[in-house]
Every structure is written in structure tokens, then in C-alpha cells.
């Protein structure tokens, strides 16, 4: 349980079973354990490899769309080879029994949904849609796409020529209005929350939790490094999400 104690894992259990609109938020270290790099971590966060401005911003895509691709490739290639882990499969047990709501997540590799959770709001998008940024076409089979770029090409519209792009959220852009307001409104609802493999530290997501803090919710977290919400959060679990999650869901089947 990694230096945990079993009565902190029980008492994140209570406060799951006494929830009324339990929403999780996640970030990259939900998805490490299946694989896929996280961001910042130091030695193998892709931003300590990549300067995220010359790769994956707006400009870089408009303007070196070759080397943009060249950046996504191998992430995309680790994203479709990765299997969701068990706390992706706890997070849809527990919104398969009606307890969890939602998830909001700053992952873009779609692991949630392919564990059979439903309710996702992707606060930055997926790499498994694609469209048209010219004439905006959308209805773009993302199979196509992901082979063209596997194969080292760079994906065209079959519309108007241009340049396909994932549909995740660059630097320099905002985003999406849609995905921030449902989360928000999550968040307004939720009197638990679980913060799961967040450091908390990219902006504006991470100030979501913190809202939801000065609503009233209580705050669980499951986090290998610390945060900024520490000090007002309920429970602190240091764990590996993928035993620490799981955990905690068995305690909550020995309370219900």
C-alpha cells in the first residue's frame, strides 16, 4: 500500500459510501502505470525531451506540421498499444454501480472510455478524433488518420487538402468551451471528489478541484508527489494509483 495505512484507505471508502455525487478528476500518473509517459516527471516527462512550444503548440502545428506529427507519433503509437490499468477498471466499476458520475480527465489517450467508463469529460481533448481546422470537416476516420501518421505521413483533408489535426488542446489555445462548462457544472454538483494521478499543476484544469474545495465538497487524493490542494483535502492516499484506487474500492464493497 506503499506507507499507507489500511485506515486511510478505509476511511476514503466512507466517504465514498456517504457521497450523493461522487466526480473524479485525473491526470497523466493515471495512466503511467499502463505505459504512457506523463509530462513532467523528472528523466522521462516528454517536456524534460521536447520544448512543448516548438512541438506541440498552435504555431508549430500550422508552421512544422512535419515536425508536430514527428512529436505525436511515438505517443500516439504508446496510446494505441496501452491497455487500461486497474484504476481506470475501479473508476468504471464504481460509475457502473451508480456511485461515481464522472470523470474529468486531462488525458487525451481515451484509457477511461476503453475501461467502460461512460461519462468522460475531456477537458483537453482526444487523440482518437480528428478534423479539419480549414473547412472543418469532422467526419474524419480516425482509423485512417492514425495510420497515416503511424506510416510517417502527414495527414491531409480528402476535402479541401489541408492539414488534419488531432482534436486535443495545443499551447496557446484554450479549452473547449463545451468540455470546461459540463466539468464546471460537475464540479458545482459534486460533494466528493477524487483527485487521482494530478500533480494539480496545469492551469486552468487544475483549478477545478480547488473550486469544487470552496463549494463545500470534500477532497480524497490519490497522489505518488504532493499537491497544492493537500492541505485541505479529507484523505491523502501516497499511492500508485492503479493499487491505490482498486483498494479503496474493495474497502467500499466490505462497508456496503
Not at 463545451?178 to 464540479?187: F, G, L, M, T
Given at each position: 500500500?506503499?506507507?499507507?495505512?489500511?485506515?486511510?484507505?478505509?476511511?476514503?471508502?466512507?466517504?465514498?459510501?456517504?457521497?450523493?455525487?461522487?466526480?473524479?478528476?485525473?491526470?497523466?500518473?493515471?495512466?503511467?502505470?499502463?505505459?504512457?509517459?506523463?509530462?513532467?516527471?523528472?528523466?522521462?516527462?516528454?517536456?524534460?525531451?521536447?520544448?512543448?512550444?516548438?512541438?506541440?503548440?498552435?504555431?508549430?502545428?500550422?508552421?512544422?506540421?512535419?515536425?508536430?506529427?514527428?512529436?505525436?507519433r511515438p505517443l500516439l503509437l504508446t496510446s494505441q498499444h496501452a491497455l487500461p490499468n486497474p484504476a481506470h477498471m475501479a473508476l468504471a466499476e464504481l460509475e457502473c454501480s451508480g456511485i461515481l458520475k464522472t470523470v474529468i480527465t486531462q488525458n487525451i489517450d481515451g484509457l477511461h472510455q476503453r475501461a467502460g467508463s461512460k461519462l468522460v469529460i475531456e477537458l483537453h481533448g482526444s487523440m482518437q478524433r480528428f478534423y479539419c481546422?480549414?473547412?472543418?470537416?469532422?467526419?474524419?476516420?480516425?482509423?485512417?488518420?492514425?495510420?497515416?501518421?503511424?506510416?510517417?505521413?502527414?495527414?491531409?483533408?480528402?476535402?479541401?487538402?489541408?492539414?488534419?489535426?488531432?482534436?486535443?488542446?495545443?499551447?496557446?489555445?484554450?479549452?473547449?468551451?463545451?468540455?470546461?462548462?459540463?466539468?464546471?457544472?460537475?464540479?458545482?454538483?459534486?460533494?466528493?471528489?477524487?483527485?487521482?494521478?494530478?500533480?494539480?499543476?496545469?492551469?486552468?484544469?487544475?483549478?477545478?478541484?480547488?473550486?469544487?474545495?470552496?463549494?463545500?465538497?470534500?477532497?480524497?487524493?490519490?497522489?505518488?508527489?504532493?499537491?497544492?490542494?493537500?492541505?485541505?483535502?479529507?484523505?491523502?492516499?501516497?499511492?500508485?494509483?492503479?493499487?491505490?484506487?482498486?483498494?479503496?474500492?474493495?474497502?467500499?464493497?466490505?462497508?456496503?
Amino acid at each position: 500500500m506503499s506507507g499507507t495505512s489500511h485506515n486511510e484507505y478505509l476511511a476514503a471508502a466512507r466517504l465514498i459510501a456517504q457521497s450523493r455525487h461522487m466526480v473524479a478528476f485525473t491526470g497523466a500518473g493515471i495512466s503511467t502505470p499502463s505505459g504512457i509517459p506523463d509530462f513532467r516527471s523528472a528523466g522521462t516527462g516528454l517536456w524534460r525531451k521536447n520544448d512543448p512550444m516548438l512541438v506541440a503548440s498552435a504555431t508549430a502545428f500550422h508552421h512544422h506540421p512535419q515536425r508536430f506529427y514527428d512529436w505525436l507519433r511515438p505517443l500516439l503509437l504508446t496510446s494505441q498499444h496501452a491497455l487500461p490499468n486497474p484504476a481506470h477498471m475501479a473508476l468504471a466499476e464504481l460509475e457502473c454501480s451508480g456511485i461515481l458520475k464522472t470523470v474529468i480527465t486531462q488525458n487525451i489517450d481515451g484509457l477511461h472510455q476503453r475501461a467502460g467508463s461512460k461519462l468522460v469529460i475531456e477537458l483537453h481533448g482526444s487523440m482518437q478524433r480528428f478534423y479539419c481546422p480549414v473547412c472543418h470537416e469532422n467526419s474524419v476516420n480516425p482509423d485512417d488518420v492514425i495510420a497515416t501518421i503511424l506510416a510517417e505521413s502527414i495527414p491531409k483533408c480528402k476535402q479541401c487538402g489541408s492539414v488534419i489535426r488531432p482534436d486535443i488542446t495545443l499551447f496557446e489555445e484554450g479549452l473547449p468551451v463545451d468540455a470546461w462548462q459540463q466539468a464546471e457544472r460537475e464540479i458545482n454538483n459534486a460533494d466528493l471528489l477524487l483527485v487521482a494521478g494530478s500533480s494539480l499543476e496545469v492551469i486552468p484544469a487544475s483549478s477545478l478541484p480547488y473550486e469544487a474545495y470552496r463549494n463545500g465538497c470534500r477532497i480524497i487524493i490519490v497522489n505518488l508527489s504532493s499537491t497544492y490542494l493537500d492541505l485541505h483535502a479529507d484523505v491523502i492516499l501516497r499511492a500508485d494509483v492503479a493499487a491505490g484506487i482498486p483498494q479503496i474500492v474493495q474497502e467500499l464493497k466490505r462497508l456496503m
